[in-house]
């Protein structure tokens, strides 16, 4: 039994060919706007949530802290991985960050500054691949994608005058923060939510049957 039997299962598996496939559509806009705002909630929670265990790590190895940033990165990857159009990433990440400032933050509006950097580390990982493969691999490539460019962002705002071990430590502990939490966090709940049905006109949710 073959998996397409028609052109038009072929473009609608595939998230339609050529123009169409880059094409914005209001559900689109739409659903990656309440990603954003979920993924803000999360924000506002880990904003505090994450100083009991911050405080665990940073007597252990300068940096290491790093580690905990993975909540703050997922908005970009998740809306990517269901949305699957060009700014996706940028889009959630930075919509999300906008809000967690608004409401009311420790970082204030530089807050805004890094939802930008690290929406940008994803959206170059899915533009990377011409924005046709959504695997596991990929979500994982733009979750350490985002982790990279959150910890470089965070060492130029936040830590000027950090030495090489912390520079080196929080980067790498910042990348896989985001490859573990971000990347194959997002993806785990895209598939979550296209096995409920929700994401039932978006080719994530026509995918969530096949393999990894």
Known sequence: MHAVTSPSTVRSSSGGSGRERFRWRIVDIVVASVIGVACAAVFLVWNIGYEGPASLLKPLLPGVQGLLAGPWLIAGVLGALVIRKPGAALYTELLAAVISALVGNQWGPLTIVSGLVQGAGAELVFLAFLYASWRLPV??????????????????????????????????????????????????????????????????????????
């Open 139 to 212: 979500a994982i490539l733009a979750g350490a994608g985002a982790g990279f460019a959150c910890g470089i962002n965070d060492r130029v705002l936040w830590y000027p005058g950090a030495d090489g071990l912390f520079t080196t430590v929080y980067i790498a502990a910042t990348t896989i923060s985001g490859a573990i939490v971000a990347g194959l966090g997002a993806w785990l709940v895209t598939r979550a939510l296209a096995r409920t049905g929700a994401l039932a006109r978006f080719a994530s949710g026509r995918d969530a049957g096949r393999r990894v």
